[in-house]
T-cell receptor, first 112, second 111 residues
Framework: RKEVEQDPGPFNVPEGATVAFNCTYS??????FFWYRQDCRKEPKLLMS???SGNEDGRFTAQLNRASQYISLLIRDSKLSDSATYLC?????????????FGPGTSLSVIP | DAGITQSPRHKVTETGTPVTLRCHQTENHRYMYWYRQDPGHGLRLIHY???????DKGEVSDGYSVSRSKTEDFLLTLESATSSQTSVYFCAISEHNQPQHFGDGTRLSIL
């Protein structure tokens, strides 16, 4: 089993739709969690960190469920500009260094 | 945007030649990482550094070496490039328990 797994996608949704992505992780020692967005042929960019209590940034909501070991990203009122690949990242902090594992990504296409 | 510069941005070279990619940061972050990204594989960690002269292997380190002689620079070397190393290479930096920030990437083609 991979350490971090994501919905395989692709997700094709109409403008205005709500879409949710899930990401599961296998290491219970994982300490911090992030969502990234990657546009085609570009570098991944931090979308948001994921906090234990859940957090929201405009149309984006991130949730963490430590008991079930998954994080989620909800996008409301999808825009054409939301089309991208979304990567989750999990930080497993070791004694002297951080180990960050990225999921394979889920592709989203928002259709007019 | 985080101050990360990768060089070169594009490179085409021949099998068997040595190649060095450079990652330079102006953020004084402790951690630096080299990834490769290929279709169907996502981001795969090659090597990382947790301090000057402190480096360790990632999941796909074979055929690659790294050096970090000062905080701001992390070099990735392909001693003898092979066609399987054709990829997009990303450098990333972070502080402890903080998200990583990525450079623009280097597109490397090995013919």
């Amino acid at each position: 089993r991979k350490e971090v797994e994501q919905d395989p996608g692709p997700f094709n949704v109409p403008e205005g739709a709500t879409v949710a992505f899930n990401c599961t992780y296998s290491n219970s020692a994982s300490q911090s969690f992030f969502w990234y967005r990657q546009d085609c042929r570009k570098e991944p960019k931090l979308l948001m960190s994921v906090y234990s209590s859940g957090n929201e940034d405009g149309r984006f909501t991130a949730q963490l469920n430590r008991a079930s070991q998954y994080i989620s990203l909800l996008i409301r009122d999808s825009k054409l500009s939301d089309s991208a690949t979304y990567l989750c990242a999990v930080n497993i902090m070791k004694t002297s260094y951080d180990k960050v594992i990225f999921g394979p990504g889920t592709s989203l296409s928002v259709i007019p | 945007d985080a101050g990360i510069t990768q060089s070169p941005r594009h490179k085409v070279t021949e099998t068997g030649t040595p190649v060095t990619l450079r990652c330079h940061q102006t953020e004084n972050h402790r951690y630096m990482y080299w990834y490769r990204q290929d279709p169907g594989h996502g981001l795969r960690l090659i090597h990382y550094s947790y301090g000057v002269k402190d480096t360790d292997k990632g999941e796909v380190s074979d055929g690659y070496s790294v050096s970090r002689s000062k905080t701001e620079d992390f070099l990735l070397t392909l001693e003898s490039a092979t066609s399987s190393q054709t990829s997009v290479y990303f450098c990333a930096i972070s502080e402890h328990n903080q998200p990583q920030h990525f450079g623009d990437g280097t597109r490397l083609s090995i013919l």
